[in-house]
């Protein structure tokens, strides 16, 4: 079992800034992906950053230029940087862990905290 423990979220004005960060229970080695997702009302979760146990990193469209995804092998935590953020981030953001496990890849989740973008 893998525990996911988010923080860093919050209210903040368009053109702010916020750092989202993601504390595992267990070596980060051990997991292949580490991310983000985020779910805003009527939308589908979606993917907002990922980063390797290789540390290659994956962004959406979406947030390139602005998000960076970055991991602290040491203190076994993602972190997300959230940077010129709009209303269209707010959402609620989710922290993923992905391991391979007994022939498949298993999705661990925390417990998602809300991100909202005044305008």
């Known amino acids: 079992q893998v525990q996911l423990v988010e923080s860093g979220g919050g209210l903040v004005q368009a053109g702010g800034s916020l750092r989202l960060s993601c504390a595992a229970s267990?070596?980060?080695?051990?997991?292949?992906?580490m991310g983000w997702y985020r779910q805003a009302p009527g939308k589908q979760r979606e993917m907002v950053a990922e980063?390797?146990?290789?540390?290659?990193?994956n962004l959406a469209d979406s947030v390139k230029g602005r998000f960076t995804i970055s991991r602290d092998n040491a203190k076994n935590t993602v972190y997300l940087q959230m940077n010129s953020l709009k209303p269209e981030d707010t959402a609620v953001y989710y922290c993923?862990?992905?391991?391979?496990?007994?022939?498949?890849?298993?999705?661990?989740w925390g417990q998602g905290m809300q991100v909202t973008v005044s305008s």
């Open positions: 993923n862990a992905r391991r391979w496990e007994r022939f498949l890849y298993r999705d661990y």
């Open positions: 267990l070596s980060i080695f051990t997991l292949d992906y």
């Open positions: 980063i390797t146990s290789g540390d290659s990193t």
